[in-house]
C-alpha cells in the first residue's frame, strides 16, 4: 500500500528513532489509546473470559445475612431482606445473575449501581441493577448526596454503590481504561491477524527486478491483494 503525506521532513528519519515515527503516523503508535473503549475492548477474548470469571465467581458465592448472637454470627433467612440478596433480588433475574452482572460492571466501568425499591413501609421490596454510564451525583449546598437517573434524584440510603479500586474513596477507577494500552496493543494484534486470515496483512510487495510492463504489475498486484484496492507494487 501507499500513502500521500504532506510532510516536510528536514533531516533523515532512523529506523530506531521511534518518536519520530510516532508523529508521522500517529494512527500506529501502541501508545495510540484514543480508539479504546470499555465496549470496544470486551471484543478481545481474554477481557471478555476475565470479565466473565470474575462475575461468575461472584455470583456463585452465597450473600447472606448475619446476625450479631452471645454465640457468635449466626445467619438469618427468616426476613424479607435475606430473600432479596439470596434468592431473588428482582422478579426478573436470580441472585446468580444479579450479582454476577454488579461484579461485571464493577470491573469494567469502575462503579456498579443498585437501585433499593420499598414498599409504602420503608422495607426493602426489589433491588434494581441501574446501569453506571446512566448515573451521575450532585451535592446539595447542604452537602448531602444524592444520584440522578433518569430524571430522578435518588437519595444514597436507596443506592448500593459498588465500586472498584479508587483513587478518592468516592468513584471507582475501570479497570479496562487504566489497562488502555496493553488491550489496545491486544486489540491491533488481534486485527493484524485477522488481516492475514482474510486477505494480506498490511504491508509492502518489492521485487528483485523491475516490472517488464504494467500488465506484470497489475497481476502481481491482483495477486497480493484481491480484495483490498489499496495494496500498491512498489
Known sequence: F???????????VGLKDAEQWNNIFPEWSPNNTSNISITSAQKLSIVFTCLNVLGETRGSLPCEVKKNTSKGRVTVANNNIYRLVHDRPNPMTTAFDFWSTVEKLKKAWGNAFVEIERYSSGEPKYLW???????????TPEGDLYYLFNGRAIRTTDMLHFKNYSMDGFCGVST??????????GLKLKEY???IITDRPPGFLTTETKPKDLTAKANMESMWSRKNDTNQVN
Open 193 to 195: 491477524n485477522s488481516n
Open 176 to 185: 479496562i481504561k487504566q489497562n488502555a494500552l496493553s488491550i489496545g496493543m
Open 2 to 12: 501507499h500513502a500521500n503525506l504532506n510532510v516536510q521532513m528536514r533531516s533523515t
Open 129 to 139: 441493577i441501574r446501569l453506571p454510564w446512566a448515573i451521575t451525583w450532585t451535592f
